[in-house]
Every structure is written in C-alpha cells, then in structure tokens.
C-alpha cells in the first residue's frame, strides 16, 4: 500500500504544480492587461493636452482630474498586480527549490552478485 501513497503523493504534487502555473498565467495575464489599460489612460491624457495645446488653450481642469484619476487608478492596478506577480513567482522559485533540497533522490539497493552458469 505504501506505494500507492507514494503515487497519489506525486500526483498530488503534479497537480499542485500545475494548478500555480495556471494561476501565475492568469496573473500574467491580468497584469499585461491592467497594464495596457494604464497606457491607454496615459495615451488618452498626452491626447488630450495635446489637442488643448494645438487649438491654444489649456485642458479644462475637470477633463484634466478626470484622466489624472483615470491614469492613477490604471497605474495603482498594474503595479499591484505586478507586485502579485512577483511574488507568486518567488514563491514558485522557493518551493522548487524547497522539493529539490528536501527529496533527495533514493538510489536502488545494489543488486546481489549473480553465481553459476
């Protein structure tokens, strides 16, 4: 039976591991969008002080605190999940490393020397 346990320990384990890859794809992935979201903020703010600029006045400044506000919370989201992201790949790293260190690799028995023909 203790070898059954062992399988359902190491299947147990593989979908462990693929689960935190799945999970730290999906926080890839939120955090690439949230931070093209802060760039579009960003984009539609340069556009609109360059608009205000080229038609010789100044952003109105309810325009201006609204994509200020706009760009901050885009850009507060991304740094947050890129910090999230960071640290599931650090713990990542720490618990490949942590397997690798405390399951030394067991190596067979040497086989009994064979005698006669």
Not at 13 to 31: P, S, Y
Not at 48 to 60: I, M, Q, S, T
Request: charged content about 30%; aromatic content about 4%; hydrophobic content about 40%.
């Amino acid at each position: 039976m203790a070898i059954w346990d062992k399988v359902k320990q190491g299947i147990d384990k593989a979908g462990k591991a693929a689960q935190d890859v799945f999970d730290e794809g999906k926080l890839r992935i939120d955090a690439y969008r949230a931070r093209e979201l802060a760039d579009k903020a960003a984009e539609a703010l340069g556009y609109a002080v360059f608009r205000a600029k080229e038609a010789g006045h100044e952003l109105e400044a309810n325009a201006l605190d609204l994509l200020t506000l706009a760009l901050r919370s885009r850009e507060s989201e991304a740094k947050r999940l890129e910090t999230e992201l960071d640290a599931a790949r650090a713990h990542a790293s720490a618990t490949a490393t942590d397997t690798a260190t405390a399951a030394p690799h067991e190596t067979p028995p040497a086989s009994a020397p064979q005698t006669g023909p």
